[in-house]
């Protein structure tokens, strides 16, 4: 599966946060300006076809759900990001974010716990 488009991320976040919606259930959670509903229907159809969203009918409606976590679905992309950006290597790719954002005693001992449970 590739990366998911910024617009298909908008979708996704919103859908993993409501469980399960209409399409005015997803636009209603859109900051203003809102996109058109065409734009998020056409959006929610591109994502079910890609096997990322099911969906329930009701007559001619359409209740949208997903059917890739949220957690699968980072854990994919983080592996790819890893390994395009940092040669593979997550020791490369923690060190980078300690250097944009350094971290306080608390967090490197969150880290090293987590670290030493696995």
């Known amino acids: 599966m590739d990366k998911l488009t910024k617009k298909e991320e908008e979708v996704m976040k919103i859908l993993w946060k409501l469980q399960k919606g209409f399409v005015k ?4 959670e859109f ?9 998020i229907s056409s959006m929610v159809r591109i994502l079910q076809e890609k096997g990322i969203v099911g969906y329930k009918q009701y007559g001619n409606t359409y ?3 997903p059917l890739l976590t949220k957690e699968a ?3 994919r992309y983080m ?4 390994s395009d950006y940092f040669d593979n290597s ?3 790719a923690v ?4 250097e944009e954002e350094p971290l306080d005693q608390q967090e490197i001992a969150e880290i090293l716990k987590i670290i030493k449970s696995k």
Do not use: G, M, Q, V
């Open 79 to 82: 592996k790819a990001f890893i």
């Open 95 to 98: 060190a980078a974010f300690i």
């Open 73 to 75: 679905y980072r854990k």
């Open 90 to 92: 997550f020791s490369k």
């Open 25 to 28: 259930d997803i636009l209603a």
């Open 63 to 65: 209740e949208y759900f």
């Open 31 to 39: 900051p203003d300006p809102k996109p058109p509903y065409n734009t």
